[in-house]
Antibody, heavy 116, light 109 residues
């Protein structure tokens, strides 16, 4: 069974940093790209970032470019999202998603709250 | 960047009725890269339709997708109470950057 489990969400002050993790199981992790998608409270879905299967290619939404960094450790089956210079508008549930052109498998999400 | 606009914002229908949800793109989208999701309150999104018209595994056949170019439609042929949710369309560009529509809320009377 494919499972994606996010962790690392927390309450953080504006300007702070946080690292999210997405732990994967139930499939050959190194064969798949992984995406992060977020959802602000009561709002729609927003694409955040993508990393290719071998980590060689990464993509970012304009809203997080230069502040967020996606990476992966294929020996541990984990994808990371390092978030810096956090803003109030980054407050959201962050989902990791397995898929290429669409998200077939989603984690349950982890909540990031940016507030003083 | 391709913008996806969904309509209506909210749809309120009775069980057994037909629901038609629209997703319009600001420029042409490959049908291969258009998907629909269902999100119930407090849950992660669930893939319903991919490649515009292919049902994902385990999705009832009352859900169907159609369309091409800039106009895509999700149809729920006979609404069930458990179909109450928000529905999102999503497209993937050649660079794997995804964009989502703003969602359509389906309420069951």
């Amino acid at each position: 069974e494919v499972q994606l489990v996010e962790s690392g969400g927390a309450l953080v002050q504006p300007g702070g940093s946080l690292r999210l993790s997405c732990s994967a199981s139930g499939f050959t992790f190194s064969n798949y790209g992984i995406h992060w998608v977020r959802q602000a409270p009561g709002k729609g879905l927003e694409y955040v970032s993508t990393i290719s299967s071998n980590g060689g290619s990464t993509y970012y939404a304009d809203s997080v470019m230069g502040r967020f960094t996606i990476s992966r450790d294929n020996s541990k089956n984990i994808v990371y999202l390092q978030m810096t210079s956090l803003r109030a508008e980054d407050t959201a549930v962050y989902y990791c998603v397995r898929g290429y052109n669409y998200g077939r498998y989603w984690g349950q999400g982890t909540l990031v709250t940016v507030s003083s | 960047e391709i913008v996806l606009t969904q309509s209506p914002g909210t749809l309120s229908l009775s069980p057994g009725e037909r629901a038609t949800l629209s997703c319009r793109a600001s420029q042409s989208v490959s049908s291969s890269y258009l998907a629909w999701y269902q999100q119930k309150s407090g849950q992660a999104p669930r893939l319903l339709i991919y490649a515009a018209s292919s049902r994902a595994t385990g999705i009832p056949d009352r859900f169907s997708g159609s369309g091409s170019g800039t106009d895509f439609t999700l149809t729920i042929s006979r609404l069930e109470p458990e179909d109450s949710a928000v529905y999102f369309c999503q497209q993937s560009g050649s660079s794997l950057l995804w964009t989502f529509g703003q969602g359509t809320k389906v309420e069951i009377k």
